[in-house]
């Protein structure tokens, strides 16, 4: 077969594991998140199931791929940071509670199932439809998307830390820094 042919005898093709890589792994975790996000919302009617989980969710995603290279590494280490601190204001305003499917809904959610975005979206089956498609699927998904870079620096052939990623490390950890102080001088 010369450079210019295209190999369409599929003999490359293996099965494929969910462990096959971190993005493919990830993507497992984010179908079985949305789908408990959304058996957990239909059964309680309290579509803030992804909302506990915002923070969460990504710090899972980075460590798929944390030990790949130490760029890798020192991203998922920035976003855990980031995660404990979402996660810790959000616990600090109410977020969570025991049992951790309760909890109040956010307001915007009431306010859309009422219909005064989307008139269809009265009728349980649309509200349904809409609660699978877009708040338990596409946020969780979203939430995948914010952090694939790392899939990318997982996935290159040259992965070592520069110089500059420690300068872009310790720029983040400065902000992080006075985000923590900002937060509890709020308080």
């Known amino acids: 077969m010369t450079s210019c042919e295209i190999d369409l005898s599929f003999s490359n093709i293996t099965s494929a594991s969910p462990f096959d890589s971190p993005l493919s792994l990830s993507i497992y975790?984010?179908?079985?998140?949305?789908l408990i996000v959304f058996m957990v919302s239909t059964a309680t009617n309290n579509m803030s199931q992804v909302d506990k989980l915002w923070s969460i969710t990504p710090i899972i995603y980075?460590?798929?791929a944390a030990f790949s290279s130490s760029r890798a590494l020192l991203m998922s280490l920035l976003t855990t940071l980031w995660g404990i601190r979402l996660t810790y204001n959000f616990y600090r305003r109410g977020g969570y509670s025991w049992p951790p499917y309760s909890g109040e809904?956010?307001?915007?959610?009431?306010?859309?199932?009422?219909?005064?975005?989307?008139?269809?979206?009265?009728?349980?089956?649309?509200?349904?439809?809409?609660?699978?498609?877009?708040?338990?699927f596409y946020q969780n998904f979203l939430l995948l998307f914010i952090v694939s870079p790392i899939f990318v620096v997982e996935s290159v052939a040259w992965q070592q830390a520069l110089c500059s990623d420690n300068n872009v490390a310790?720029?983040?950890?400065?902000?992080?820094?006075?985000?923590?102080?900002?937060?509890?001088?709020?308080?």
Request: glycine fraction near 2%; charged fraction near 15%; hydrophobic fraction near 50%.
């Open 29 to 34: 975790i984010c179908i079985i998140i949305s």
């Open 62 to 64: 980075t460590w798929t």
């Open 105 to 136: 809904e956010d307001y915007r959610w009431e306010i859309i199932r009422q219909g005064f975005l989307l008139k269809v979206l009265k009728h349980p089956a649309c509200w349904m439809i809409f609660n699978l498609t877009f708040i338990s």
């Open 170 to 187: 310790t720029t983040a950890l400065s902000q992080r820094q006075t985000l923590y102080v900002m937060d509890w001088v709020a308080t």
